[in-house]
């Protein structure tokens, strides 16, 4: 695993400090979710999967290959960050989902919780077109705030760092990354 994440520690000329999860870590747990997921609903609570992109899409694809229910994807962009390591508080819904949400039990795919404001932002918009109801699914909660709404289910409770990997990104880059790993500070 060392001899993988030396081959990336050259990405865009920054370097990674140490690898947080594994590939295999990841795994198991995204395996994990999928089977709780399976067993809280039903056939006819016509699944909608809304992923937040990017940071979700790696996340979302192994999630959805988990969960034993019929199911819909579908994907929102939001973005706050720009290529600053802090959130800029201002959320932004830069692409919108057209499925059709009202009755439908939806979980929105998160990539990581931080500040929260993204989440803050969007389950207002979903609840206002009247799902039956409404899960955030977070693979990685920082747990620097507590949020009204809470993820119904998290991966990891991850260290206050700045992660890159598995679909996280810094500037856009390391999204590749098969495990996640904290970014070295320069
Ligand atoms: P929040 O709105 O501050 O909770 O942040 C949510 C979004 O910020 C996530 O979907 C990520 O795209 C990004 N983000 C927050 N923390 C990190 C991090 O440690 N690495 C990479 N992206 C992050
Ligand atoms: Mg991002």
């Given at each position: 695993m060392l001899k993988t994440a030396e081959s990336f520690l050259t990405d865009a000329g920054h370097r990674l400090s140490?690898?947080?999860?594994?590939e295999e870590e990841i795994a198991r747990r995204v395996h994990e979710m999928g089977a709780e997921i399976s067993t809280s609903f039903?056939?006819?609570?016509r699944l909608l999967v809304l992923g937040l992109l990017k940071g979700s899409f790696i996340f979302l694809a192994d999630l959805v290959r988990q969960i034993r229910l019929p199911l819909q994807v579908d994907f929102l962009v939001a973005s706050s960050y720009g290529t600053e390591k802090?959130?800029?508080?201002?959320?932004?819904?830069?692409y919108d989902s057209?499925?059709?949400?009202?009755?439908r039990s939806v979980i929105l795919v998160e990539d990581i919780v931080d500040s929260g404001n993204t989440i803050r932002r969007l389950t207002p918009v979903i609840e206002a077109r009247r799902p039956k109801s409404l899960d955030v699914c977070a693979?990685?909660?920082?747990?620097?705030t507590r949020l009204e709404k809470e993820p119904r289910w998290i991966g990891f409770d991850c260290p206050q760092e700045f992660l890159v990997g598995y679909g996280l990104d810094y500037s856009e880059n390391?999204?590749?990354?098969p495990f996640i790993a904290s970014l070295a500070d320069r």
């Amino acid at each position: 695993m060392l001899k993988t994440a030396e081959s990336f520690l050259t990405d865009a000329g920054h370097r990674l400090s140490r690898v947080v999860y594994s590939e295999e870590e990841i795994a198991r747990r995204v395996h994990e979710m999928g089977a709780e997921i399976s067993t809280s609903f039903g056939a006819d609570d016509r699944l909608l999967v809304l992923g937040l992109l990017k940071g979700s899409f790696i996340f979302l694809a192994d999630l959805v290959r988990q969960i034993r229910l019929p199911l819909q994807v579908d994907f929102l962009v939001a973005s706050s960050y720009g290529t600053e390591k802090r959130s800029s508080g201002d959320v932004k819904l830069l692409y919108d989902s057209s499925a059709d949400v009202e009755g439908r039990s939806v979980i929105l795919v998160e990539d990581i919780v931080d500040s929260g404001n993204t989440i803050r932002r969007l389950t207002p918009v979903i609840e206002a077109r009247r799902p039956k109801s409404l899960d955030v699914c977070a693979l990685l909660h920082k747990r620097v705030t507590r949020l009204e709404k809470e993820p119904r289910w998290i991966g990891f409770d991850c260290p206050q760092e700045f992660l890159v990997g598995y679909g996280l990104d810094y500037s856009e880059n390391f999204r590749h990354l098969p495990f996640i790993a904290s970014l070295a500070d320069r």
